[in-house]
């Protein structure tokens, strides 16, 4: 092989790999990149396809917001950021005028106080607590906890006057207005105050029946007399049944991880659209509990309120009794049966007049099984006073019926 054919075989191999080169790489690598050049540019051209590409970067409106699952549909699209800081402004600044500081002035007097040299001596001291309430009419009505204005004390070492002093702080103002103490009620843990002022902001109640676990909630009050202060968290449960350990009244409140701290009582615990859900009424304090707080649901409140306005009390279908729960195993053991035992039967009562007797163990109420005071009584509260009430009773071994008719109870 000469040198020209030697040179034509190399040129002919170059042209060779050159347009193997083209045909199996670059060309292919080229459409592709157009390919995808093309798709994107159309996807990116159709907004649904872009959001859920880059994700949304538009904020709406709170108020058309559907962080809020109030009305029981369910959001099932993701939040940004900004929306939920948007939706915690929109509540604050929608609740914010409606909440007030109360503090509350006491006298306090030992009973039983020992000098060192042993003479007896009775001290009395001033003491001051601090609560928050909710402004419920423009007109200066404000709702808050019955502990928070309630002086009464059980302790045999000192005793607590009424209250000498109630004030009330507004949102944005530093004075302070007296008030007055319209009526309260133990067994709910509610009061209501007026204040002589007008032009108020009222809150808005939202339907606490409809509230969900997982939906935004904002607690607001007045924390350690800090002044008014938000926080937030979500609804953690709902319908969660909790004793008080003072009253050993039972409560059925919506639970949050919103810090409620000493001060938040009365408060309001509210909704992303700023409206109130609940009362902040209780918290879990203890070694390794964190955000564990309660408040009374709004709905099982408004008769309440209505009736501390109208009446200064609350007028409660009244049997007359006074009971002790027997289980499976205490009514085994005394040979009686599972139910309430009736300890005692108060004189010209609806339980008297029916023929109720100590000893008697009350085992049904209109038809329903019961096996505590806490049934027997949720039984009762949904008559009114003068409805007539069906009890079936086991008396010495045996069961009878009595219909009773509800009389009147005072809440204090």
């Given at each position: 092989m000469?040198?020209?054919?030697?040179?034509?075989?190399?040129?002919?191999?170059?042209?060779y790999?050159?347009?193997?080169?083209?045909?199996?790489?670059?060309?292919?690598?080229?459409?592709g990149?157009?390919?995808?050049?093309?798709?994107?540019?159309?996807?990116?051209?159709?907004?649904g396809?872009?959001?859920?590409?880059?994700?949304s970067?538009?904020?709406?409106?709170?108020?058309?917001?559907?962080?809020?699952?109030?009305?029981g549909?369910?959001?099932?699209?993701?939040?940004?950021?900004?929306?939920?800081?948007?939706?915690?402004?929109?509540?604050?600044?929608?609740?914010?005028?409606?909440?007030?500081g109360?503090?509350?002035?006491?006298?306090?007097?030992?009973?039983?106080?020992?000098?060192?040299?042993?003479?007896?001596?009775t001290?009395?001291?001033?003491?001051?607590?601090?609560?928050?309430?909710?402004?419920?009419?423009?007109?200066?009505?404000?709702?808050?906890n019955?502990?928070?204005v309630?002086?009464s004390?059980?302790?045999t070492?000192?005793?607590?006057?009424e209250?000498t002093?109630?004030?009330?702080?507004?949102?944005?103002?530093?004075?302070?207005?007296?008030?007055?103490?319209?009526?309260?009620?133990?067994?709910?843990?509610?009061?209501?105050?007026?204040?002589?002022?007008?032009?108020?902001?009222?809150a808005?109640?939202?339907?606490?029946?409809t509230?969900?676990v997982?939906?935004?909630?904002?607690?607001?009050?007045?924390?350690?007399?800090?002044?008014?202060?938000?926080?937030?968290?979500?609804?953690?449960a709902?319908?969660?049944?909790?004793?008080?350990?003072?009253?050993?009244?039972?409560?059925?409140?919506?639970?949050?991880?919103?810090?409620?701290?000493?001060?938040?009582?009365?408060?309001?615990?509210?909704?992303?659209q700023?409206?109130?859900?609940?009362?902040?009424?209780?918290?879990?304090?203890?070694?390794?509990?964190?955000?564990?707080?309660?408040?009374i649901?709004?709905?099982?409140?408004?008769?309440?309120?209505?009736?501390?306005?109208t009446?200064?009390?609350?007028?409660r279908p009244?049997?007359?009794?006074?009971?002790?729960?027997?289980?499976?195993?205490?009514?085994?053991?005394?040979?009686?049966?599972?139910?309430v035992?009736?300890?005692?039967?108060?004189?010209?009562?609806?339980?008297?007049?029916?023929?109720?007797?100590?000893?008697?163990?009350?085992?049904g109420?209109?038809?329903?099984?019961?096996?505590?005071?806490?049934?027997?009584?949720?039984?009762?509260?949904?008559?009114?006073?003068?409805?007539?009430?069906?009890l079936?009773?086991?008396?010495?071994?045996?069961?009878?019926?009595?219909?009773l008719?509800?009389?009147?109870?005072?809440?204090?």
């Amino acid at each position: 092989m000469n040198e020209n054919e030697f040179k034509n075989v190399i040129n002919t191999s170059k042209s060779y790999h050159s347009t193997s080169f083209g045909k199996s790489i670059a060309i292919p690598f080229i459409s592709g990149v157009l390919g995808c050049s093309l798709v994107l540019g159309t996807c990116f051209g159709v907004s649904g396809i872009r959001e859920r590409i880059l994700g949304s970067t538009e904020t709406s409106s709170p108020t058309q917001s559907n962080t809020s699952t109030s009305s029981g549909v369910v959001n099932t699209d993701l939040v940004s950021l900004s929306n939920y800081s948007d939706t915690a402004i929109y509540a604050a600044s929608k609740i914010l005028p409606s909440i007030v500081g109360i503090s509350v002035t006491y006298n306090v007097t030992s009973s039983s106080y020992y000098s060192m040299f042993g003479n007896g001596q009775t001290l009395t001291s001033e003491a001051s607590a601090s609560g928050s309430g909710i402004i419920i009419s423009e007109d200066g009505y404000i709702v808050t906890n019955n502990h928070v204005v309630d002086s009464s004390s059980e302790s045999t070492y000192y005793d607590i006057s009424e209250a000498t002093s109630l004030k009330v702080t507004l949102y944005g103002d530093e004075t302070q207005y007296d008030a007055t103490i319209v009526g309260k009620d133990s067994q709910t843990d509610l009061a209501v105050l007026k204040i002589d002022k007008t032009g108020l902001t009222a809150a808005e109640f939202a339907d606490s029946d409809t509230v969900q676990v997982g939906e935004f909630a904002m607690a607001v009050g007045n924390p350690l007399d800090l002044g008014t202060t938000i926080t937030c968290g979500v609804v953690s449960a709902v319908n969660r049944k909790v004793q008080d350990s003072e009253s050993a009244t039972t409560f059925s409140c919506i639970q949050t991880d919103a810090a409620i701290n000493s001060g938040n009582s009365g408060g309001a615990l509210v909704n992303s659209q700023g409206q109130v859900i609940g009362i902040n009424t209780l918290k879990v304090s203890s070694t390794g509990v964190e955000g564990i707080g309660f408040a009374i649901p709004i709905n099982s409140t408004t008769d309440i309120i209505d009736q501390l306005i109208t009446y200064n009390t609350v007028k409660r279908p009244y049997i007359g009794i006074s009971g002790r729960d027997l289980n499976a195993e205490t009514a085994d053991r005394y040979n009686l049966v599972e139910g309430v035992y009736v300890v005692s039967v108060e004189e010209y009562s609806a339980a008297e007049k029916a023929g109720l007797k100590v000893g008697d163990v009350i085992i049904g109420a209109d038809g329903q099984s019961i096996t505590t005071m806490d049934q027997l009584n949720e039984i009762k509260n949904s008559h009114s006073i003068g409805d007539t009430m069906t009890l079936k009773i086991n008396r010495d071994g045996q069961e009878r019926d009595l219909t009773l008719t509800l009389g009147e109870q005072n809440s204090n």
